[in-house]
């Protein structure tokens, strides 16, 4: 499914520093900025990933967790394709899947369905219409969230597109800027959570790398036996319902 390796997004192509690049070049790189930004706005914005983070469910790396997570759907959903390389419900699974392989979290508030339908509508929006107005509306309700309390759960409302002359009509006007596409790709190139950097999170060394988003699980090997023929029983961390 999300068997790939994920990219540090320094490595991606940028619209100043390629004098030869056209103008729908220009225009797709625009939109993959302010469709990371969006996605960064989204997952920062989910309480679920934000608990398991702080409370460390997923270990000494839970924030490279994230990280890993995030940067998972930049590479699946990278605006090259549409519709994307991964339909809706196998992208809801995955999600599902990799919080409770890493965070041991069981999600039964149904957040991964929203989180999910936001981030395609995001990416249809983005790379069908050429819009990044919802990118922008989720950025800035993340960061008026960011100021109030920590724990205070934060749900993203969207709401349903007006008529197709209205729509017309915002992605004429939505063309991004230099300004805003570099406030996208600054934003999107922030980390999740805490004061290191996403490249410095992504760089870190660790005993027993975090799967990537979708990857099957490891092969668990046989247990070892003793003289007397019982196998030692292992503690599992329980996991957390949410």
């Not at 914005?45 to 998972?72: C, F, H, M, N, Y």
């Not at 060394?205 to 090997?221: D, F, H, M, S, T």
Request: hydrophobic letters at 35%; glycine letters at 4%; aromatic letters at 8%.
């Amino acid at each position: 499914l999300f068997h790939q390796k994920h990219t540090m997004m320094s490595q991606q192509p940028t619209a100043t520093n390629n004098s030869s690049i056209t103008n729908e070049q220009q225009m797709m790189m625009m939109m993959q900025e302010e469709f990371r930004a969006g996605v960064t706005a989204i997952l920062r914005s989910w309480s679920v990933l934000r608990t398991a983070v702080d409370s460390g469910w997923g270990g000494p790396q839970s924030q490279k967790k994230a990280e890993i997570l995030r940067q998972s759907i930049y590479e699946f959903l990278d605006g090259s394709t549409y519709p994307p390389k991964i339909d809706l419900l196998d992208f809801e699974d995955a999600i599902t899947i990799y919080m409770e392989e890493e965070f041991s979290i069981t999600l039964e508030d149904g957040s991964e369905k929203q989180i999910s339908q936001d981030i395609f509508r995001m990416y249809q929006d983005c790379f069908q219409k050429g819009d990044p107005t919802l990118c922008r509306q989720l950025v800035e309700k993340a960061a008026q969230a960011s100021q109030q309390i920590a724990s205070y759960p934060v749900t993203i409302q969207t709401t349903e597109h007006d008529d197709e002359d209205d729509d017309m009509e915002d992605v004429a006007a939505a063309v991004p800027s230099e300004q805003e596409q570099h406030h996208a790709q600054a934003y999107a190139a922030e980390s999740l959570f805490g004061y290191c950097s996403t490249q410095q999170l992504l760089q870190q060394n660790i005993e027993e790398p975090a799967r990537q988003l979708g990857e099957a699980a490891p092969v668990k090997p046989e247990p070892q036996l003793d003289d007397d023929g019982f196998a030692p029983v292992s503690t599992k961390k329980k996991k957390q319902p949410l």
